[in-house]
């Protein structure tokens, strides 16, 4: 069963670098398991999702990116605010050469370069409007959209679009669009997941996260830890490694069990590296338990070798399902 | 390795004025920038390191708890041989801030400090934070309290967002747009620039329809005040850029050994080179490098698997496991930090160990400091792999 029933827009951050796009397609293909159409969505330029999927960059356009196992499409849109805003004029003012000429003056850059609030608004309404989309003709009808989306130091200014908002367009259309896109992230039908990994860092921004989404009434979702590796070094002898006083003898006996040449400078340069690891793992241990802390749902995905590659995502859509979160 | 130039830190840090410490995000800049900067101050210089964005617990070892955007005396740095520490966290919201004062009276200032427009800008554009860094560095030169001054630069993906960045505010400020905004009046007459007035109708027209009458007369309000400062932002993003190319100048590029960073890192040597920017050399963070490198992977994983077959010695199969891991990271580090160096022949190495730990506080930073001074050969990791 899933740990997210209800929600129809899975908002992906966290710090730069975490995953978040690696993580946001496994989960479009984990959404898109046994039959059901997903749309991946990026608003950053950055031509992240065909880099990932090896497909030439996307246009403004939804295109199939890749089939889940057991059937079901992963589509995929990189959001340009110029054409959304093209997009908005002519569906909804008939303005479409007015914003033609805008854009080719340049002033749609400008407009949305002096007021970020206003492009986030194009972004993220055009994210609205895929999933929230109903009959057939206003386009592909999605059983989930994911958007993989700005870091966590910019998510909660990037989706709280009606403060941003607010103070540039007091009423009209944007005015409008922006209350209606706030009302879909702050309700159940949107969860916000942020990815981490353990290293200070991103766990205290992670934490950051959450206060401060919570603050601006979004709902954050699932943590997802990523790129954890298993601890190598037996439990009982993790405190004395830590400390730097692991057992010599035990070590060189070993060695000289396994037939290595157990010199001095052998044992301790092996002593040393044990001691890097197990201060690293309790290191780590503080930081689980400083996510775990936040009562948020955690999913674990470990350190892969083929993470760029579609088996890694699909392997990582795999776990992704077995530990609830789909 | 052998051939690598090595990079004279503590020279440097002797007769640097300025030290910009440049990279791809998340490679140790602030670290590499502080570490520096405790270092230097030891050895007797009187220093100022201006960091953006650091670490929580980084920031409270060097006392800054607070964003007042001045620097402070950092306390517990050994002041016996003359020199002496000053830190500061950059507030780019406040040094802009700062910028309007200086330009605009006091009534016309807080016009400008209410207008949503000036808020937006001033707090989330794209290239703000690292206008407001090279300001604040030209700030601090000016200022002339202090023999060096070590440059942290934003997070941003690119390393080149620094040099490139405050220039595209600069320009936008002064741009096509805002000028066709601003002179309207001024462009009755000629042919071609009543396409800008045809324009600038359309704009105002969209504008009302969308955003409402007010966002117009907020954003023309905004564009009037601020018209007289236009120009002088783009002035003075020239004006630190030249600052930045000055002889008492100097760039380290920061790296880890993964391949996004090496290539961020490379262009932006190939960038200095173009702009005949001065570069110390690079600092490679982060590196793995083993004690044991004649232990080979595939002789540790033999040996690991065989004590698993005849049991009892759980201990040391896991250490040698650990240590192929290891001595493989190694492996590839080294690789890694051979192929950039043969790209870039002439650029000046050193090397710096991961840390078991976050690095967090002064101790912390000395042992860095220590490293980045020459406590791990340039070629070490490269030896470790055998
Ligand atoms: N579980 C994993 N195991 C191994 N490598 C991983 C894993 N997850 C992600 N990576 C790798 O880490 C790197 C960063 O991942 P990704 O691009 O998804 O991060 P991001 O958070 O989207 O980065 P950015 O902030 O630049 O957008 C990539 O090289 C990716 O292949
Ligand atoms: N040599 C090292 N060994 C282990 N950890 C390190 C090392 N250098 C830096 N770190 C850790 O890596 C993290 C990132 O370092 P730092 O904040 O200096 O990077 P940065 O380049 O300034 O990042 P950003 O681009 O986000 O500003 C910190 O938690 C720091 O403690
Ligand atoms: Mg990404
Ligand atoms: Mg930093």
Known sequence: MSDFPAVKLHVVSGKGGTGKTTVAASLALALAAGGRQVLLTEVEARQGIAQLFDTPPLPYEERRVAVARGGGEVYALAIDPELALLEYLEKFYNLRRAGAMLRKLGAIDFATTIAPGLRDVLLTGKVMEAATRERRGGGRLYDAVVLDAPPTGRIAKFLNVNTEVAALARMGPVRHQADSVMALLRSNKTAIHLVTVLEEMPVQETVDGVAELRSSGLRPGGVIVNMMRDPLIPDHALADAAAGVLDLAEVETGLKAAGVEATAATVAALAAEATDHAQRVQLEQQERETLAALEQPIYKIPLLTDASELSGLHDIAKRLQDQGMV | ?386
């Open chain 2, 1 to 386: 390795m052998s051939d690598v130039l090595p990079l004279d830190v503590d020279g440097l840090l002797s007769t640097a004025e300025i030290i910009v410490c440049c990279g791809a995000g998340g490679v140790g800049k602030t670290t590499t920038a502080a570490a520096l900067a405790v270092r230097a101050a030891e050895q007797g210089r009187t220093v100022c390191v201006l960091t953006i964005d650091p670490a929580r617990r980084l920031a409270q070892s060097m006392g800054l708890t607070e964003l007042d955007n001045t620097p402070r005396a950092v306390d517990g740095i050994d002041e016996t041989a003359g020199g002496r520490l000053d830190a500061m966290m950059l507030d780019m919201k406040r040094t802009f801030d700062d910028i309007v004062l200086q330009h605009a009276d006091e009534a016309r200032a807080r016009q400008i400090f209410a207008n949503p427009f000036y808020l937006s800008l001033s707090s989330s554009f794209a290239g703000t934070q690292e206008y407001m860094a090279m300001e604040k560095l030209g700030q601090l030169k000016t200022a002339g309290t202090w023999d060096l001054i070590v440059v942290d630069t934003p997070p941003s993906r690119s390393a080149l967002d620094f040099l490139d960045a405050p220039q595209r505010l600069g320009r936008f400020l002064d741009g096509r747009m805002i000028r066709i905004l601003t002179a309207p009046a001024r462009a009755g007459g000629r042919a071609y620039l009543k396409v800008f007035t045809i324009g600038v109708k359309v704009f105002t027209d969209v504008l009302n329809r969308i955003l409402g009458a007010q966002a117009l007369k907020d954003l023309s309000l905004f564009i009037a005040s601020f018209e007289t400062m236009f120009g002088g932002f783009r002035e003075r993003a020239d004006q630190t850029y030249k600052l930045l190319k000055e002889p008492g100048t100097s760039f380290l590029v920061v790296a880890v050994p993964e391949r996004d960073a090496l290539r961020e890192a490379a262009y932006f040597v190939e960038r200095l080179e173009a702009d005949q920017m001065p570069l110390a050399g690079m600092v490679l963070n982060r590196v793995h490098a083993s004690g044991a490198p004649s232990l080979s992977v595939e002789r540790s994983l033999a040996a690991a698997e065989s004590l698993d077959e005849a049991g009892g010695e759980e201990l040391t199969a896991a250490v040698l496991r650990l240590h192929a891991e290891r001595l493989a990271s190694a492996t590839r580090d080294a690789r890694r930090a051979e192929q950039f160096h043969s790209a870039h022949p002439k650029v000046r190495m050193v090397q710096v160990a991961a840390q078991a730990g976050d690095v967090h506080d002064l101790d912390g930073l000395r042992a860095i400091g220590g490293e980045l001074a020459g406590g791990l050969a340039a070629s070490a990791p490269a030896a470790a792999a055998g």
